[in-house]
């Protein structure tokens, strides 16, 4: 399918949401992708990526950005303490706060470096007990405590249970950040990302519909 359609299928969704253009930020989701994939995609002018490994991130993304200017990295997938300096070194933004005791460590190294990339908690929205994120009726509760620890909220992030209606998880999403006052949605994937602008998405992380199946690992 390719980046080009995918931008204008964001074009297309955006107007029939009656959205501001450009109001979608699209997240190219480049885990696993060979190099030349990646380089692809920078090529044509593309600079915002999400990984799902930090470790993994840390191997492709020096480099590139050493060749390609305004980057912008996001971190899609789970967050272990043991690689939290690594992340927030190299990342702009973290779509999977998920727990107090990470909170806690994220708030003393904002303290400590005087910075903090930008934050998103995740929201179990299916409340599968295999997946993580915090469950709907918790949500409250651990914004206000990330906030206590002047850490820089931007929104809420979901993966809706594969097997659901993804409609029913995004606006259960939306409905938990309006109550808290916070504008950042990242919902919505290759399969279902214009049902999540419709519901008010401001991040979209599309991977497959960019850059094809992705290798194995």
Same mark, same amino acid.
């Given at each position: 399918m390719g980046l080009t359609? #995918?931008?204008?299928?964001?074009?297309?969704?955006e107007a029939g949401a009656g959205r501001a253009p450009g109001s979608v930020k699209l997240i190219a989701v480049s885990k696993v992708q060979?190099?030349?994939?990646?380089?692809?995609?920078l090529e044509q002018g593309h600079r915002v990526f999400g990984e799902n490994r930090v470790q993994e991130a840390a191997g492709k993304w020096p480099g590139l950005k050493a060749r390609f200017d305004g980057i912008?990295?996001?971190? #899609?997938?789970p967050l272990q303490s043991n690689k939290l300096r690594q992340a927030v070194e190299l990342f702009d933004a973290i779509h999977s706060v998920d727990r107090p005791k990470l909170a806690r460590r994220l708030a003393d190294m904002a303290q400590e470096r005087g910075a903090c990339p930008e934050l998103f908690i995740q929201v179990n929205t299916g409340e599968e007990q295999q997946k993580a994120g915090v469950?709907?009726?918790e949500t409250d509760d651990f914004v206000a405590q990330c906030r206590a620890l002047d850490l820089p909220v931007r929104g809420l992030m979901c993966i809706p249970p594969v097997e659901e209606d993804p409609s029913l998880h995004f606006a259960l999403l939306a409905k938990i950040a309006a109550r808290n006052g916070l504008d950042g949605l990242s919902m919505g994937m290759s399969g279902d990302f214009e049902t999540a602008i419709a519901l008010g998405a401001t991040h979209v992380?599309?991977?497959?519909a960019i850059f094809g199946a992705r290798a194995q690992g």
């Amino acid at each position: 399918m390719g980046l080009t359609e #995918i931008r204008n299928r964001i074009a297309r969704a955006e107007a029939g949401a009656g959205r501001a253009p450009g109001s979608v930020k699209l997240i190219a989701v480049s885990k696993v992708q060979p190099l030349e994939r990646v380089e692809a995609v920078l090529e044509q002018g593309h600079r915002v990526f999400g990984e799902n490994r930090v470790q993994e991130a840390a191997g492709k993304w020096p480099g590139l950005k050493a060749r390609f200017d305004g980057i912008e990295l996001h971190l #899609i997938g789970p967050l272990q303490s043991n690689k939290l300096r690594q992340a927030v070194e190299l990342f702009d933004a973290i779509h999977s706060v998920d727990r107090p005791k990470l909170a806690r460590r994220l708030a003393d190294m904002a303290q400590e470096r005087g910075a903090c990339p930008e934050l998103f908690i995740q929201v179990n929205t299916g409340e599968e007990q295999q997946k993580a994120g915090v469950m709907p009726t918790e949500t409250d509760d651990f914004v206000a405590q990330c906030r206590a620890l002047d850490l820089p909220v931007r929104g809420l992030m979901c993966i809706p249970p594969v097997e659901e209606d993804p409609s029913l998880h995004f606006a259960l999403l939306a409905k938990i950040a309006a109550r808290n006052g916070l504008d950042g949605l990242s919902m919505g994937m290759s399969g279902d990302f214009e049902t999540a602008i419709a519901l008010g998405a401001t991040h979209v992380r599309v991977g497959s519909a960019i850059f094809g199946a992705r290798a194995q690992g």
